[in-house]
């Protein structure tokens, strides 16, 4: 039987991302200006309901994102991709406010 072990938490807010400690299941927060879509381009294109999108950036205001964004780690060039959660990270963006993320380790075309 293999036991698992909890992710781990980082709160890199206020420091660079230390890449060398993060393992796959972690959970990072950061910046919203740390994060840079998938290179692969998996963003939402279909058109968002204005209310209800309004409602969720009250929500997001008062209790932040609850559900983790899902990124991945570029490794040539060290940065955090988001796999999932692009609509939560915009709306982070415009409030200015942090990101949980949930890591995933894989290679780019299991990502």
């Given amino acids: 039987m293999q036991v698992q072990t909890k992710p781990t938490f980082y709160d ?19 910046t919203p200006d740390q994060l840079v879509p998938f290179k692969h381009s998996n963003a939402r294109k279909r058109k968002r309901n204005t209310q209800r999108e309004n409602e969720i950036l009250e929500s997001m205001k008062r209790e932040g994102i609850r ?13 955090l991709q988001i796999l999932g959660g692009f609509g939560r990270w915009e709306k982070a ?9 949930k890591i995933h380790i894989c290679s780019e075309a299991d990502a």
């Fill in 67 to 79: 559900d983790p964004l899902k990124v991945w780690i570029e490794t040539s060039v060290p940065s």
């Fill in 12 to 30: 890199f807010t206020n420091t660079p991302v230390d890449f060398n400690i993060i393992k796959d299941g972690d959970v990072v927060v950061v």
């Fill in 93 to 101: 963006q415009k409030l200015g406010i942090p990101c949980p993320c």
